[in-house]
């Protein structure tokens, strides 16, 4: 596994793997969720700059202008010409992705049904991500 990491504070915010079937715009991208969901990032913090991370993680401009045009697309970071890229949550697009989620995890509980994993299996499961957030 190659890997490419930056650090915040003394935190790993990227590990990019590229063997991974993800493309790298794809893994930024949920990188970045995570460490907002961590509280690594916060609103109104200021993302990297497009080159700063570019070089950072040794990627194409190109591949984190794509995650950042996902991640505006998604509602969670807003580029404001002159100023930079922030961190600033769209909540009407994230009640949507909210919505999606319930959808996914409908699916996925159906998916334990079949496989006869029992409500309280699922709560522990839950539970335990839940309480050991710092290790997703």
Known sequence: MVTHQT???GKNLYKIDLTNK???YQQIVDQTKRAITLGYFKEN???PSVRELA???LVNQSTITRAYKELENLGIIQTLPGKGTFILLDERKIKWEQENIEEKLKEVILECKFFKINEDQVHRIVENIYEGGKDL
């Open 45 to 47: 913090d200021q993302m």
């Open 22 to 24: 993800d493309p790298i």
């Open 55 to 57: 070089r950072t993680l």
């Open 7 to 9: 650090v915040k504070g």
